[in-house]
């Protein structure tokens, strides 16, 4: 585990850096609306694998207690306020807001600097056999202990 790959966790929120690249950007040289979800994806996945040493342990006692479970996201809301460009270096912030019996709500930024670019809410189902169940308590407890304060 890279601390520059995988980002960082301050002060209840995960942060990971990423560059623009030309393949990022639509004709007109912005980041093309799509690969932000893209980012997001790449900040929540990190968030999860910095979330503790025991990660591996807790999601085979999840496997063990809900067989072929799995994250999806359930809702997202996208608040586009400006663009990024090639060759920016942008920060993906992620932050839990709730942990609810089969879901969890995470906030998310992109950032430029001080600018926020994006603003996301995303709403993630933990899903087995195709069906919303709750999630293990084991997952709960260390989602809830990682919320971010308001």
């Given at each position: 585990?890279?601390?520059?790959?995988d980002?960082?966790?301050?002060?209840?929120?995960?942060?990971?850096?990423v560059?623009?690249?030309?393949?990022?950007?639509?004709?007109?040289?912005?980041?093309?609306?799509?690969?932000?979800?893209?980012?997001?994806?790449?900040?929540?996945?990190?968030?999860?694998?910095?979330?503790?040493?025991?990660?591996?342990?807790?999601?085979e006692?999840?496997?063990e207690?809900?067989?072929?479970?799995?994250?999806?996201?359930r809702s997202?809301?996208?608040?586009?306020?400006?663009?990024?460009?090639?060759?920016?270096?942008?920060?993906?912030?992620?932050?839990?807001?709730?942990v609810k019996?089969?879901?969890?709500?995470l906030?998310?930024?992109?950032?430029?600097?001080?600018d926020?670019?994006?603003?996301?809410?995303?709403?993630?189902?933990?899903?087995?056999?195709?069906?919303?169940?709750?999630?293990?308590?084991?997952?709960?407890?260390l989602?809830?202990?990682?919320?971010?304060?308001?």
């Open positions: 585990m890279t601390p520059s790959l980002g960082e966790i301050r002060d209840g929120r995960h942060h990971m850096q560059r623009v690249y030309y393949e990022d950007t639509d004709f007109s040289g912005i980041v093309y609306h799509a690969n932000y979800l893209r980012f997001m994806e790449r900040g929540r996945t990190n968030h999860l694998r910095l979330m503790g040493a025991s990660q591996h342990a807790l999601f006692q999840a496997q207690e809900t067989p072929g479970f799995a994250f999806v996201v997202m809301q996208l608040d586009f306020l400006r663009p990024a460009r090639m060759d920016d270096v942008l920060d993906v912030v992620t932050w839990p807001v709730a019996g089969a879901s969890i709500t906030a998310q930024e992109v950032r430029r600097g001080e926020v670019l994006i603003k996301a809410a995303v709403r993630v189902a933990f899903i087995s056999e195709g069906r919303a169940k709750p999630i293990p308590k084991s997952l709960r407890l989602m809830k202990a990682d919320l971010a304060p308001e």
